[in-house]
C-alpha cells in the first residue's frame, strides 16, 4: 500500500502472529505494515477504542530500514505439534516420546526453540474433605540438531524440564525455552510420571505449540512497521490485529526552490509531492529531478495550500504510475491546469 496526505490505516499483516505465557497469562505479538515510506503517527486504535485505554499494551514504529527490536519478529512454527497429549507411563496410549518433529524448514535457521504445554484440567487431586491436595506431573523435552535432508547430525540434549506443583481447577499454561546455536533442528517431548487416573484428580498434560525464532536479520525495505505486545484478554485476543487501525500523516520530502534541496521526510497533505513522490520514488517511476518541472510544482504547491486543498488518499491496489498521477490530479481538481508537460520538463 501506498497511503499519502493523512488517513485512517488498516494495516497489513507482515508476519504470523504468536503467543507466548508468563505467568499463566497469554501474551500477544502482532508484526504490521503500514505502507510505503515514512509517517507521523497520531493515534493507534482497536477497532474506535485507542489503544492506551487498554491495559498491558505495547507498540512501537519503525521506519523504512530498521530494524525491529520489540520481540524477535521470524518465528516459524511446526504445524504436526497443536494440543497433543502426553499421556503417562501407565496408560495404554503411552508412547515414550511424542515426535520428533522438525521445527524449521531445509536452508534456515534457528537459534531460539520454544514449546508451550498446559494443564487444561489444572493440577489437583480432590480430598475427602473437600478441599484439594498438590499434584505433580514431570516431563521433558529434547532437541537435536539436524541436517536439510532431516538426518540427525548432533546428538538429543535437554531443552527443558518441567515439574510443576499445584492445586488449582484453574488450567494452567507454560511457555519454556533455551537459547540454541543456530541450526536446524527437531524437538521431541514426552511425559515421565504416571498420569493419577483416578476421577479426583486434574493432570492431564497438553504439548499446545513448538516454535523457533530465526536471527532477527529481517529489513522490510522501503515501509513502516508497527509492532504490537500485548497482554490477551476476552476484549484483546489473536484476532486483534485485524481490527487495528492508525491514525497517520505520510511523510514525504518537499522541494526548495531557492535552495534547490529536497527536505528531509516531513508530514505532508500536499498533492503536489505526493505527485513529485509517485515520479521520483524506487516504487514508483525511479525519475531523476531533471524530468520535473521543479518551480512550477513549487507555485502550484502554493496554490493548492492557499485554497486548502489536499491529498488524502491510499494506494492499495497495484495502479501504473501515470494512473496513480492522474488520480492525484482528480482529487485536487487540479486535472485543467495541470498537463503532462508541466509535471515534466522534456530533455
Known amino acids: 500500500e501506498s497511503p499519502f496526505g493523512r488517513n485512517f490505516l488498516y494495516p497489513s499483516i507482515a508476519s504470523r502472529s504468536y503467543t507466548v505465557y508468563s505467568g499463566n497469562e497469554q501474551f500477544l505479538f502482532s508484526l504490521l505494515c503500514l505502507g510505503h515510506g515514512e509517517y507521523d503517527v497520531h493515534g493507534v486504535f482497536i477497532e474506535d477504542t485507542p489503544i492506551e485505554n487498554f491495559q498491558d499494551i505495547i507498540y ?8 525491529v527490536t520489540l520481540f524477535p519478529d521470524n518465528v516459524t512454527t511446526a504445524v504436526e505439534v497443536s494440543n497433543i497429549e502426553l499421556f503417562g507411563p501407565n496408560e495404554p496410549e503411552y508412547d515414550d516420546w511424542s515426535g520428533p518433529y522438525i521445527v524449521n524448514g531445509a536452508g534456515t535457521q534457528v537459534n531460539r526453540i520454544e514449546v508451550d504445554y498446559a494443564y487444561p484440567q489444572g493440577l489437583y487431586l480432590a480430598n475427602d474433605d473437600g478441599g484439594l491436595d498438590n499434584i505433580t506431573v514431570t516431563a521433558e523435552y529434547q532437541y537435536q540438531e539436524i541436517d536439510d535432508n532431516g538426518n540427525a547430525i548432533g546428538s538429543w540434549t535437554t531443552l527443558i524440564t518441567t515439574s510443576p506443583t499445584m492445586k488449582t481447577t484453574t488450567p494452567q499454561r507454560f511457555t519454556g525455552g533455551l537459547n540454541v546455536t543456530a541450526g536446524r533442528y527437531q524437538v521431541r517431548g514426552r511425559r515421565t510420571n504416571d498420569k493419577n487416573t483416578s476421577h479426583k484428580a486434574g493432570n492431564k498434560l497438553v504439548w499446545e505449540v513448538l516454535r523457533a525464532f530465526q536471527p532477527s536479520t529481517q529489513d ?8 504490537v505486545k500485548a497482554r490477551a484478554s476476552n476484549n484483546l485476543n489473536d484476532q486483534a490485529a485485524t481490527t487495528i487501525k492508525v491514525d497517520a500523516t505520510r511523510k514525504l520530502p518537499t522541494y526548495n526552490p531557492t535552495t534547490g534541496i529536497w527536505s528531509a521526510p516531513q508530514a505532508t497533505r500536499s498533492a503536489v509531492w505526493a505527485l513529485c513522490e509517485v515520479f521520483r520514488a524506487n516504487y514508483g517511476a525511479r525519475l531523476a529531478d531533471t524530468y520535473l518541472d521543479l518551480p512550477s510544482l513549487y507555485q502550484l504547491d502554493l496554490e493548492l495550500t492557499s485554497r486548502g486543498d489536499s491529498f488524502d488518499w491510499v494506494f492499495d491496489t497495484k495502479t501504473t504510475v501515470w494512473e496513480a498521477a492522474k488520480q492525484i490530479c482528480r482529487v485536487v481538481r487540479a ?6 508537460s508541466q509535471i515534466m520538463a522534456v530533455r
Open 60 to 67: 512501537e514504529v519503525y521506519g523504512p530500514g530498521a530494524l
Open 335 to 340: 486535472v485543467p491546469r495541470l498537463s503532462g
Open 220 to 227: 522490510y525495505g522501503e515501509v513502516t512497521m508497527l509492532a
